[in-house]
């Protein structure tokens, strides 16, 4: 008897080993949106070294244009993607106060909202799954999960991410943790 449908949305996908040579090797991706249609995801650990204001041609608010742009993913690497969260967001679709945004006109319009307690984190492309296809991925072991948390998103520097979390999860992802990033180098 087939499982029932689990989504992962609000969750982190981690490499967990499996990954290697890939796009999403050594990375941490927040599942967005999980149905069983497919699923859709955001990066969280890597950079493109370059600000929004210098990718992105729109009459954005300086605060917008200054902020790191993020590699999404993969797919789609020219579509917008971004992240928003505040301490009462009722708007939220990812989990409790994130929300997440395609808009260019809603951005300019969080830009001119300023808030101290605003945060976004703006994304090119992103990681697509189709019906099925992440599932069968759990199923590989392809992935480990984690719960996903505002301060994961936004306050943890990306490149150390992904160890950081496999660290958490216990002992045994001690050697995954600590392994050099290309394995020839042992």
């Known amino acids: 008897m087939d499982k029932p449908f689990t989504s992962l949305k609000g969750q982190l996908l981690l490499d967990g080993g499996k990954l290697n040579g890939s796009f999403f090797h050594r990375t941490a991706v927040l599942v967005c ?28 608010p ?23 969260s505040d301490i009462f967001l009722p708007d939220a679709d990812v989990m409790p106060n994130l929300a997440l945004g395609h808009s260019v006109e809603e951005l300019v319009e969080l830009g001119q909202s300023y808030s101290p307690t605003q945060k976004v984190k703006i994304f090119a492309g992103y990681a697509g799954w189709s019906a099925g296809q992440l599932d ?51």
């Open 62 to 84: 300086d605060v917008i244009k200054e902020l790191p742009l993020h590699l999404g993913g993969p797919v789609q690497t020219q579509a917008l993607s971004y992240l928003y």
């Open 33 to 60: 949106e999980h149905n069983a249609e497919g699923a859709f995801g955001l990066v969280l650990t890597r950079t493109a070294d370059a600000k929004v204001g210098e990718a992105l041609v729109a009459d954005l």
């Open 136 to 186: 069968d991925e759990m199923k590989r072991d392809a992935w480990l999960t984690h719960p996903a948390s505002l301060d994961l998103v936004f306050n943890t520097d990306p490149g150390a991410l992904w160890k950081s979390v496999i660290q958490k999860k216990g002992w045994q992802y001690k050697l995954l943790a600590d392994a050099p990033e290309d394995l020839s180098w042992n």
